[in-house]
Nanobody
Framework: QLQLVESGGGLVQPGGSLRLSCAASGFTLDYYVIGWFRQAPGKEREGVSCISSSGRSTNYADSVKGRFTISRDNAKNTVYLQMNSLKPEDTAIYYC???????????????????WGQGTQVTVSS
């Protein structure tokens, strides 16, 4: 069974940091582009960042540039999202998603992603 599982969410004060993990089971991430998305209550899902299968290419939403860093460790079958200088507006459920590198454009459109995790809650509040 192909599965993505996010972890690392929680409650953090403004200015703080969190590192989210996206671990795959049932398949290897080596040939997959991985994206991070978030959805806040009452808002549409927003693309946050994505990383190519090799890790050499990354893409970020303007709202997180300079604060978030995406990375991957294919040996651990895991992708990370390091989030620094967190703001209350970063509060959302964060999801990771995967699409095979041969099946996607760059950066992939949200509709191209085939596999999705269940999400992890990030709350930024004092």
């Amino acid at each position: 069974q192909l599965q993505l599982v996010e972890s690392g969410g929680g409650l953090v004060q403004p200015g703080g940091s969190l590192r989210l993990s996206c671990a795959a089971s049932g398949f290897t991430l080596d040939y997959y582009v991985i994206g991070w998305f978030r959805q806040a209550p009452g808002k549409e899902r927003e693309g946050v960042s994505c990383i190519s299968s090799s890790g050499r290419s990354t893409n970020y939403a303007d709202s997180v540039k300079g604060r978030f860093t995406i990375s991957r460790d294919n040996a651990k079958n895991t992708v990370y999202l390091q989030m620094n200088s967190l703001k209350p507006e970063d509060t959302a459920i964060y999801y990771c998603a995967a699409v095979h590198l041969l099946s996607s454009s760059w950066p992939p459109e949200v509709e191209e992603y085939d596999y999705w995790g269940q999400g992890t809650q990030v709350t930024v509040s004092s």
